[in-house]
Nanobody, 123 residues
Framework: VQLQAFGGGLVQAGGSLRLSCVAS????????MGWYRQAPGKQRELVAT???????NYADSVKGRFTISRDNAKNTMYLQMNSLKPEDTAVYLC??????????????????WGQGTQVTVSS
């Protein structure tokens, strides 16, 4: 199971961006998913998470500005980011807990990460 994140870019403070994270693979299901970010010289931090049923959780720093959502039929998760601030500048990464099958048809569970997409907010 692989994740691919895209949608980052350069935006002015107060602007908006929408990130997408698409899961691909064979015979899989994605359960909980999340967005994380990592700024230069800082530790990776949680941005938001969403369960397969749609329950969400946000970091205090993004509450009221960011919205996480998903389309299970498209195996895609989104992050709508509004009122962006320079401190939101970071590489944004997505992850997902998956259930799949290996070549011997045995169930496999794990967590996979996307490659990240750069978000830069100018002041």
């Amino acid at each position: 199971v692989q994740l691919q994140a895209f949608g980052g870019g350069l935006v002015q403070a107060g602007g908006s961006l929408r990130l997408s994270c698409v899961a691909s693979g064979i015979r899989f299901r994605i359960n909980d998913m999340g967005w994380y970010r990592q700024a230069p010289g800082k530790q990776r931090e949680l941005v938001a998470t969403i369960t397969s049923g749609g329950s969400t959780n946000y970091a205090d720093s993004v509450k009221g500005r960011f919205t996480i959502s998903r389309d299970n039929a498209k195996n895609t998760m989104y992050l709508q980011m509004n009122s962006l601030k320079p401190e939101d500048t970071a590489v944004y990464l997505c992850n997902g807990d998956y259930y799949s099958y290996n070549s011997e048809d045995a169930p496999v569970v794990g967590r996979t990460w996307g490659q990240g997409t750069q978000v830069t907010v100018s002041s």
